[in-house]
């Protein structure tokens, strides 16, 4: 037996959901291009002297050029002058908070900067900062009376202080028009990844659920079939329990007699266990693709519907060319056949015709390996029949309209084939085209 399905049910919960880790959860690092953003914050100091650098909202430093070392090696390292580094901080964090676009701040240590945020679907999850730098020369005498009053040494203070660039008024505009434009065009892309992140996440979402969906709907046609395959057996059981009551109300129950019924029973129990393994085996997932014979695989899904078939008095054609092989998951091509088989059936129940029947030809053209399935059920109304392998299409009152988009994602992406579908003599002939595997050693 092959298997049917190789889906990640992992992901999926008991009602079919994916579990899907919250959009808050998306690390700003995983949305944004860190490393071109960090060479473009080094860039921008590179050419204006100004350090720039992009930190989120728990502090995080995510892109940064360097800091100027007056306030790393002075301000920040001096608890009374990193107070007001601090303030400046929050000043300009509160701003943001307020959903200021942007704001500048002059710092009580004599410097300024300035911050824009970024917003990513509708959060502010991160801030521009620029800065420090000094709005017109450094006045000297501030500077001298700040290290003295915290006791910095003098030299180094101003050395520091000397690297500190200076960002005139006319200079200004444009340093915080790229601050500004800079966090806009971050937010941007932010955003469009996000949305794109969205998407892909949506569409997975969709084929689980979907193919979840057609498992369901193939378990509940092997459940049926189960339930077929043990009518006679059960009944036989039944036969022998009565017959060993008759025979001992008559007194005819002898060690020979009883043991007989014994092995019987043990024989069907073994018959009806042996039935589920065949199903079961159908329902556990292939790992790995692999080569496989195409007719053995049409035959995994025949079986599973075969009772069904048999119940609707549906006679079955079957006609193969041997040794066709191709590569791929074969438990998932099992289940693309039985949703066309299922579908056949489906139409054949609302058919009064005493023929009922589904034809199944598989033959070799070439390289290819096609195989038509036709049933004598109506076939399909012209106007719909460019419809029915779109997802949710379907015309039945308990339709999902997934067996056929299932089995049309399952030809295509995972065995590289085609599948269309024509209106012929009296039914739906669907013709399924696949790559053989090895051309030039099939008959
Ligand atoms: N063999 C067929 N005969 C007639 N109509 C069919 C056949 N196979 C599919 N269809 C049409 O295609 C639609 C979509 O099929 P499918 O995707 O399997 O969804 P569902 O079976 O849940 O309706 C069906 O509702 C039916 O209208
Ligand atoms: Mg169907």
Redo the contacts with the bound molecule.
Sequence with gaps: MTHLSDMPAQNLSATGQRHVPPLEATPLTQLLDMENLQQLTLSFSEATGVSSAIIDQEGKVLAASRWQRLCTDYHRANPATCARCIESDTDLALKMREGKDWAIYDCRNGLTDAAAPIVIGDQHVANVFVGQFLRSAADEDFFRHQAREFGFDEGGYFQALHEVPTVSEEKLPAILGFMKGFARLVSSLGNERLSLQREVRKNLEQERLLIQQSRL?AMGEMVHNIAHQWRQPLNALSIVISNIKDDYDFKELTPEALEKAVHHSRRLLQQMSSTIDDFRDFFRPDREPGEFDVAHAIDDALFIMEASLKNNNISLEKQYAPGLVVYGYANQFAQAVL??I???K??LQGQNRPDRMIRIRLEQAGGHAILTIQ?N????PVA?LPR??EPY????EL?????????KTIIERNLHGTVS?ANHEH??L?TIVLPLLQQDTQK
């Design positions: 709907a949703n066309i299922a579908n056949a489906e139409a049933d059920g109506g076939g399909v719909v029915i392998f299409f379907t015309t039945k339709g999902s309209g997934i067996g056929l988009y299932m089995t579908a039914g739906l669907i």
